[in-house]
């Protein structure tokens, strides 16, 4: 007991600095400047691929809800795009965390791919929120499987990631905003989008540098099961609990469930930031946008922008204003576009600047969600007022988003070995905060809001 007790001191000695001792968990991956930046292109292009589906579905909620005429169920669009994602992020981090990266990714991206088609050619409404249920799944097990693949690289490679995913936000409600300008029908819109999936297994399979995570793994699985045959020699032993305790080693006889529970102590503070900064901005940008304005108002405020009232007509069979501002026939996506606009930006801002202080991101974003409930009820302010403010929205969803990550990426307090299962439990309160916001929409829209 005593040798294997000292060789486990020299391996100690010997490994190099501790993640306690670094900016990065893993910034002993050794990557020199140009490797850096082709990895951050691969996850910026990753990121922008896996979040992509996800805001098209959303940013054509308000269209897939009228074409079927449900559209006082346009909550359960968002909603569908996050039911399962407390399944598939689960099923990352418990029943496949010994399935490879590459199997995970490129498994993911094929189902990405599907779900698009089935949107594509679903014949009402209940069919199309089954595969946008698929699609949000992907969406959310591709968040945790790479975000836990990132452990393996510097930690500031999170920017490329989060930089990507908040660009997938504005190539998405553009990319929707041009279909809609086109004159393009819903299933060819969704069937256009298809081809992006390449994209995805490309930066996997050739952008990004694999190599020496690979080799990090490799040494991981080694030291994992060098680590389990010392424990049952130490098991073995009449001494072992003595052992044990002299090494400070707590942790090699807990549960499942236990290491898990220790896990959600360190991160419980960041994961309720997270849920609810996630909740205050999908109930403002998927449900008080739609309602932001009455057809009514739009009609009145197109009528001060044409004088000539004979450009702005209401169609009483269809409700819709048939109006030739462009920015009030589309004030919906114009709105998505906007709040994808400022995540992007908030969520490439890493390298200029961190936040510590996540909690004060989320009182901001709790204000915003109590001033555009009131507009939805009361339409006091401006349609021009309506864009910068959900910019604003965008902005600090972006930045819990990212800062949040970065945090958990360089904590001290984080046990190497627990640092993804503690990045998967803080992205479980993302779908957390999501869902429950799809809910609230719902809710509202069929009690108070209902009329508006």
């Known amino acids: 007991v005593a040798r294997v007790c000292a060789e486990r001191d020299n391996d100690k000695q010997n490994s190099g600095p501790t993640s306690h001792q670094m900016e990065s968990p893993a910034a002993h991956v050794g990557l020199r400047r140009p490797a850096f930046w082709r990895n951050w292109i691969a996850f910026f292009l990753l990121g922008t691929i896996n979040n992509l589906i996800y805001v098209v579905v959303n940013s054509a909620a308000d269209t897939i809800s009228h074409s079927f005429h449900k559209d006082n169920l346009i909550g359960l669009i968002p909603w569908a795009n996050n039911a399962f994602g407390f399944v598939s992020r689960a099923m990352n981090a418990f029943w496949l965390k010994d399935t490879s990266y590459t199997s995970r990714v490129l498994g993911n991206g094929a189902v990405m791919a599907g779900s698009l088609v089935g949107v594509a050619f679903a014949n009402n409404f209940f069919v199309s929120l089954l595969f946008i249920v698929i699609s949000g799944a992907a969406c959310s097990f591709g968040e945790s499987a790479l975000l836990g693949y990132l452990r393996l690289y510097p930690a500031t490679l999170v920017n490329g990631w989060s930089s990507g995913t908040g660009a997938a936000g504005i190539l998405g409600s553009a990319l929707y905003l041009l279909y809609r300008t086109a004159g393009l029908s819903l ?62 080693d707590h942790h090699f006889k807990e549960t499942t469930w236990q290491r898990h529970k220790r896990c959600m102590k360190l991160v419980w503070f960041l994961s309720l930031q997270l849920a609810a900064v996630y909740f205050f901005e ?6 008080c946008a739609s309602k932001a304005l009455s057809r009514e108002e739009l009609c009145r405020y197109d009528e001060d922008v044409c004088p000539s009232h004979e450009h702005c007509k209401w169609n009483e069979d269809d409700g819709v204003c048939n109006s030739t501002i462009f920015v009030y026939k ?123």
Request: aromatic share 12%; hydrophobic share 50%; charged share 15%.
């Open 187 to 248: 299933r060819n819109s969704f069937l256009l989008t298809v081809p992006c999936v390449a994209v995805y297994a490309f930066a996997y399979l050739v952008v990004l540098d694999r190599s020496e995570a690979n080799r990090m793994l490799l040494e991981a699985k080694s030291n994992s099961e060098m680590k389990a045959d010392e424990t049952t020699a130490l098991l073995n032993d009449d001494t072992a609990s003595h052992v044990d305790d002299h090494n400070g």
């Open 282 to 287: 999908y109930v403002v940008s998927s449900g």
């Open 330 to 452: 589309n004030l919906f996506s114009i709105l998505s576009f906007c709040y994808q606009f400022g995540v992007f930006l908030s969520r490439s801002s890493l390298q200029l600047f961190k936040i510590k202080r996540v909690e004060i991101v989320t009182i901001l974003q709790g204000l915003n969600f109590v001033l555009w409930i009131l507009q939805d009820q009361y339409k006091f302010m401006n349609v021009w007022a309506l864009f910068p403010l959900m910019v604003f929205v965008g902005l600090l969803g972006g930045a819990a988003y990212v800062n949040v990550f970065y945090l958990l990426l360089n904590d001290p307090k984080i046990p190497e070995k627990d640092r993804e299962i503690c990045i998967n439990l803080t992205a479980i309160a993302i779908t957390a905060g999501i869902t429950l916001a799809c809910a609230f929409i719902v809710l509202i829209d069929v009690t108070f809001l209902k009329n508006l």
